[in-house]
T-cell receptor, first 109, second 116 residues
Framework: GQNIDQPTEMTATEGAIVQINCTYQ??????LFWYQQHAGEAPTFLSY??LDGLEEKGRFSSFLSRSKGYSYLLLKELQMKDSASYLC??????????WGAGTKLIIKP | GAVVSQHPSRVICKSGTSVKIECRSL??????MFWYRQFPKKSLMLMAT?????????EQGVEKDKFLINHASLTLSTLTVTSAHPEDSSFYIC????????????FGEGSWLTVV
């Protein structure tokens, strides 16, 4: 079957760094997406990894290891506005995104 | 700026009536759009894949006659919730794959439907 495993909830301090891990199993693989979703809003695109390695984009970086079925999202210099759910979504062989429940990140002052 | 636009953002309708939600791709042609629904604190659930010029592909358990999808042009897909009931109240979100951006998929702003 296809599944996503992410922590349900994480807490971090403003200004700190947090890493959100994601392991996945899919039928085929066409890359992995990370989305941010604030409560009551639609997801917004953060990153897309199709090859192994680290992709850096400002305060956010995303890493992928296809052989391990593993990815992480790294958030630096955390701000209060980063409090949101973070969704790891691999794309299967049919180009469908597979969704889990995401990780709720709580930022404390 | 937004690449996928959804309208309305919020709608309240009476039980038994129908409501239409629009999803537009901005500045690009979307041959395929996706419709999701999401209940509070739950994961996104794919309802159907909308294909321009052909019938939508519905996920198992989604009623085709209740959730009508029309993708008549390359920039517009619509979801019509027919004979709405309170249990249809949910957050409905569309998405589209942007051409020439790899497989990047962007979401519309979402539509909150409340059936009273």
């Amino acid at each position: 079957g296809q599944n996503i495993d992410q922590p349900t909830e994480m807490t971090a301090t403003e200004g700190a760094i947090v890493q959100i891990n994601c392991t996945y199993q899919t039928s085929g693989f066409n890359g992995l997406f990370w989305y941010q979703q604030h409560a009551g809003e639609a997801p917004t695109f953060l990153s897309y990894n199709v090859l192994d390695g680290l992709e850096e984009k400002g305060r956010f970086s995303s890493f992928l290891s296809r052989s391990k079925g593993y990815s992480y999202l790294l958030l630096k210099e955390l701000q209060m506005k980063d409090s949101a759910s973070y969704l790891c979504a691999p794309m299967d062989s049919n180009y469908q995104l597979i969704w889990g429940a995401g990780t709720k990140l709580i930022i404390k002052p | 700026g937004a690449v996928v636009s959804q309208h309305p953002s919020r709608v309240i309708c009476k039980s038994g009536t129908s409501v239409k939600i629009e999803c537009r791709s901005l500045d690009f042609q979307a041959t395929t759009m996706f419709w999701y629904r999401q209940f509070p604190k739950k994961s996104l659930m794919l309802m159907a894949t909308s294909n321009e010029g052909s019938k939508a592909t519905y996920e198992q358990g989604v009623e085709k006659d209740k959730f009508l999808i029309n993708h008549a042009s390359l920039t517009l897909s619509t979801l019509t919730v027919t004979s709405a009931h309170p249990e249809d109240s949910s957050f409905y979100i569309c998405s589209a794959r942007v051409p020439y951006s790899g497989n990047t998929i962007y979401f519309g702003e979402g539509s909150w439907l409340t059936v009273v």
